[in-house]
Structure formats: C-alpha cells, structure tokens
C-alpha cells in the first residue's frame, strides 16, 4: 500500500485568493481521496475520485485526477480564513480488501483574513 | 453523517502506566478500525487495523506487545499503550468504514493526545 506526497507542505494565501494543492502517488488506485483536518481534531473527508473519473466538484472544491502522471490536485476557489487547516491525500490501491489508506506529511494552508 | 467519538481526548499520565483509548462508532457498525498516530509535523502514520472478533494486523514497525488493539463489539476498539513512556506522548486518531455504504471514504475520531511525564 502506498502514501500519497502532498505539496507544497505549506501553503499562505489571502481571503478570496485560490489555493491548490498537489498529490503525487506511486502506483495504480482505485481511488484517491482528500482530507481536511483542522488543528488538534480528527479528519474529515472531503471528496474522492475514482480512478476512471478526470475531474470531480464539491462546492468550492475542485478535484482533479491524472492517473498518466499519478497526480490530482485540489483546488479551493474564493478561500475563507475557515479553510485553514491541514490537507491531506489518500490513494487508495486497487485490490485493498480491507481499505486501508496511508497519509503523508498533509499541506498546511493558511487563509489570512 | 457517520459519527466516531473518542475518548478520552487529552489524558496525562506517568511513565510506566497504561492508558486506554476508546474508539465507538456511533450510528453504524464498523468490523474493521484502523488507529493512526500523528507526529509533529502533522504526518500521521497508520499502526494497526483493529478486526472485530479477531487479532489486529500490525503495520511494520509497530510493536503489538507495546500497543494493544481490542475490537470486542461491531461498535468498539480499544488502543491500550502499555507501560508508556514520554516518547509515547502524540495524538492517536481512530478512523472507521461504514460498511453497508462503503464509499470508501472513512470516518474520524477526535483524537486523542496523550502525554507522559
């Protein structure tokens, strides 16, 4: 089973800027999924996109897939000062019964009022 | 939306005791938990997937004797951190799946952090 390499580690934007955010994996998946976790708490999963999918929508996120160069990123469109919090990437491998997912160091944005 | 709730969410103790960490899945049945543990720095490392009615798998490196999954309930897992030392101190997570919708997607605790003096 594999982690997914978020980048950059961190990320300082101002309200209402875009923030992205890459994923960098290493072999095929099922799917690749984002977290979000805010400071001191668990976390809490935003979107997952399924390996046959290019592009997927939630709100303000953008998600987009490129299984050719084993990548996504997320994007945050028009960001809040409460989109500060660490995101973090998940691929989840093909044939993992159990559903175990791996997660990297996460990038840490930070949305300046 | 599936609820995990942990307990306790911050417990000190002194070096040499054990603490246990609860792990329930509220609202649905979860026959596997996995428990995570966050170094600063915030990377999270995965230690073990907790198996209701049988013995937890252990990620490479973890010791079990060190760390003790029970998962004794479809709602429960335990994460016992026997005769803890201070670089035992970090935040535990446990995480579940739900398992008749099986997006795929799971579902956290709080965390728990634990120091040792």
């Known amino acids: 089973s594999q982690q997914g390499e978020e980048d950059p580690q961190a990320l300082s934007i101002q309200e209402g800027e875009n923030a992205t955010m890459n994923c960098s994996y290493k072999?095929?998946?099922?799917?690749l999924q984002w977290y979000r976790q805010n400071s001191g708490r668990g976390l809490v999963h935003l979107i997952l996109?399924?390996?046959?999918?290019r592009e997927k929508h939630s709100g303000r996120l953008r998600v987009t897939l490129d299984t050719s160069k084993k990548s996504s990123s997320l994007l945050i469109t028009a960001s809040r000062a409460a989109d500060t919090a660490s995101y973090f990437c998940?691929?989840?491998?093909?044939?993992?019964?159990?559903?175990?997912?791996?997660f990297g160091r996460g990038t840490q944005l930070t949305v300046w009022p | 939306g599936a609820v995990v709730s942990q307990h306790p969410s911050r417990v000190i103790c002194k070096s040499g005791t054990s603490v246990k960490i609860e792990c329930r899945s509220l609202?649905?049945?979860?026959?596997?938990m996995f428990w995570y543990r966050q170094f600063p720095k915030k990377s999270l490392m995965l230690m073990a997937t907790?198996?209701?009615?049988?013995?937890?798998?252990?990620e490479q490196g973890v010791e079990k004797d060190k760390f003790l999954i029970n998962h004794a309930s479809l709602t429960l897992s335990t994460l016992t951190v026997t005769s803890a030392h201070p670089e035992d101190s970090s935040f535990y997570i446990c995480?579940?799946?739900?398992?008749?919708?099986?997006?795929?997607?799971?579902?956290f605790g709080e965390g728990s952090r634990l120091t040792v003096l």
């Open positions: 995480s579940a799946r739900e398992q008749t919708v099986n997006t795929g997607e799971l579902f």
């Open positions: 072999t095929s998946i099922n799917n």
């Open positions: 996109i399924r390996s046959n999918e």
């Open positions: 998940a691929p989840a491998d093909r044939g993992s019964t159990l559903g175990r997912l791996y």
């Open positions: 609202d649905f049945q979860a026959t596997t």
């Open positions: 907790s198996n209701e009615g049988s013995k937890a798998t252990y």
